[in-house]
């Protein structure tokens, strides 16, 4: 530090450093940096929920994330790799004593069940999903996914809310913040947990973390609805209705008198949402209107009552989807009944567990996929399929499952801005790791949100000293995915 006491060298330093404060200044004015300034959208709010302009013009007004909790194989379902046909029961080259999450690694093993070519593109996928494989032609794969962390927690939460460390918002909550909702009469937000419980991090994917309480998620599924929205017996609703009218005069004239209390603005609007949806969310998990074809389709009168549980839930999001609901998260897979029992954690015995959850999956996801097509919803509707990690192509060290893998997994879209019958990137002969086009999930974050007409560097939130983005400081748009 001892030049910095030089005079000269002071004045020297001084100068080429307020000439690089200049030149900053200078490329901003002309639009030239690469960052441009923050967007905050403005909310009332009264109203946190009223539509949004976007950034620019979107292809999607709506997202529905389908995750698989417990990191689905992608190489027993998506990612067709006739190399572990051939070496099948033998070594991977160059990976002798590979150690992985839970210890040392076996020999390759070919997928537990065979792949034919799908639809008039020929994409080749395993028969474990038979049905969702029938929508080859619409799907756009992503084969070169990586994640950061081969833990689920972080991993969970990094597909949810783009951070391995718990305490950020989920995308679902960014989204509804930007945007807010088409429908006033339910939450801008809904995630829907498997009827077996709720993935490892639970309602950390739905959580609004440092964003306004407004933009959490809420979580209701056919087995649980939204609690505490019927009018209590003793109550007539007359009484109801006059009651609430009341409080109407009472909290305007209070406005009246305070101008600009915005808390006591935003309670009126979380009673008043709340109100609206003791009428409108009931309809939502009744079934009723629903085609015996429909109901069929589905699968929710099946005799499995976690498919039929499924299934359910999975006809709730296409009403929630055709309702306007902005952000649909449906999730498959539990965390709290053990390692591989209710989720895709295949460690020990991936034939025998997958065997259980495929069919769980399978035909109510596909129905769901295929219903909204029919109603005209993908044309507006982006659907994301994620995992928060893929498995090895090797079983583990005396067991017959695979181990966790971060280094490369298949996820796909469909709907509204991207290709059809698409696959970009790829793994490596043995679908081990990422090795062309290696996307993040930084870049599925900033390609949802284009999609969705936001720019994901300028979509932020101040919170403490830090202007927070979904991406982080990371992230691409994946353009060679869209339309």
Same mark, same amino acid.
């Given at each position: 530090?001892?030049?910095? *006491? ?17 030149? /900053?200044?200078? *490329? ?14 403005? $909310? ?9 302009? %976007? ?12 995750? #698989? ?26 990976? @002798?004593? =590979? ?40 799907? #756009?794969? $992503? ?16 597909? !949810?809310? @783009? ?7 989920? #995308? ?7 945007? !807010? ?11 829907? %947990?498997? %009827?077996?419980?709720? %993935? ?16 959490? &998620? ?16 003793? $109550?007539? +609703? ?33 009673? +008043? ?9 009931? +309809? ?8 015996? /074809? ?35 998260? =449906? ?7 053990? +390692?591989?029992? &209710? ?21 109510? #996801? ?9 109603? !005209? ?30 280094? &490369?997994? /298949?996820?796909? =879209? ?24 290696? /996307? ?10 284009? =999609?969705?007409? *936001? ?19 990371? @992230? ?8």
């Amino acid at each position: 530090m001892n030049h910095l *006491l030089h005079r000269r060298h002071f004045l020297g330093r001084s100068v080429s450093g307020l000439s690089s404060i200049a030149l /900053t200044s200078l *490329l901003k004015s002309d639009g030239l940096l690469a960052n441009e300034s923050p967007v905050r959208p403005a $909310i009332d709010p009264a109203h946190p929920y009223a539509p949004r302009a %976007p950034h620019f013009e979107p292809k999607a007004k709506q997202v529905l994330m389908i995750f #698989c909790s417990g990191a689905q194989s992608h190489v027993d379902m998506w990612d067709y790799k006739p190399e572990l046909f051939k070496r099948h029961d033998k070594p991977m080259p160059g990976a @002798g004593g =590979l150690v992985t999450f839970q210890g040392e690694q076996g020999n390759l093993i070919k997928p537990i069940r065979d792949f034919k070519p799908r639809g008039q593109s020929g994409k080749m996928l395993s028969d474990l999903l038979p049905n969702l494989a029938e929508l080859a032609d619409d799907m #756009c794969f $992503i084969h070169s996914m990586t994640a950061k962390s081969n833990t689920h927690g972080p991993a969970e939460n990094q597909m !949810g809310t @783009g951070y391995t460390l718990d305490g950020f918002p989920s #995308c679902g909550a960014w989204v509804t913040y930007a945007l !807010g909702s088409e429908n006033q009469n339910l939450p801008a937000f809904v995630a829907i %947990p498997d %009827p077996r419980g709720v %993935p490892q991090i639970g309602p950390r994917h739905w959580s609004s973390a440092f964003l306004p309480a407004a933009f959490q &998620g809420t979580a209701f599924n056919a087995q649980k609805p939204i609690p505490n929205l019927a009018r209590p017996t003793s $109550i007539s +609703e007359s009484n109801d209705s006059a009651t609430r009218d009341f409080l109407r005069r009472l909290n305007d004239h209070h406005l009246a008198q305070n101008p600009g209390d915005s808390d006591l603005s935003a309670r009126i609007s979380a009673y +008043e949402l709340a109100a609206r949806m003791q009428l409108a969310a009931p +309809e939502i998990s009744d079934l009723k209107g629903e085609s015996p /074809t429909t109901l069929e389709l589905y699968g929710v009168n099946d005799s499995n009552a976690h498919k039929a549980g499924f299934a359910k839930n999975c006809l709730m999001a296409r009403r929630l989807i055709e309702k306007g609901v902005r952000f649909v998260q =449906l999730f498959n897979g539990s965390y709290a009944m053990g +390692e591989g029992v &209710g989720n895709w954690d295949g460690h020990k015995k991936i034939h025998d567990q997958y065997a259980v959850h495929a069919p769980i999956l399978d035909q109510p #996801c596909a129905a769901l996929l295929k219903d909204m097509k029919a109603r !005209g919803l993908l044309r507006d509707t982006l659907v994301a399929y994620v995992t928060e990690f893929g498995r090895m192509p090797t079983f583990q060290k005396g067991a017959n499952g695979r181990d966790h893998n971060p280094k &490369g997994f /298949t996820v796909w =879209l469909m709907g509204a801005g991207v290709k059809r019958a698409y696959s970009h990137g790829s793994t490596d002969e043995f679908g081990y790791q990422a090795v062309a086009d290696v /996307t993040t999930i930084y870049d599925l974050h900033a390609t949802m949100l284009h =999609l969705l007409g *936001l720019n994901h560097e300028r979509l932020s939130f101040y919170n403490n000293g830090i202007e927070r983005r979904l991406t982080d400081v990371h @992230g691409q748009v994946i353009k060679k995915i869209l339309v």
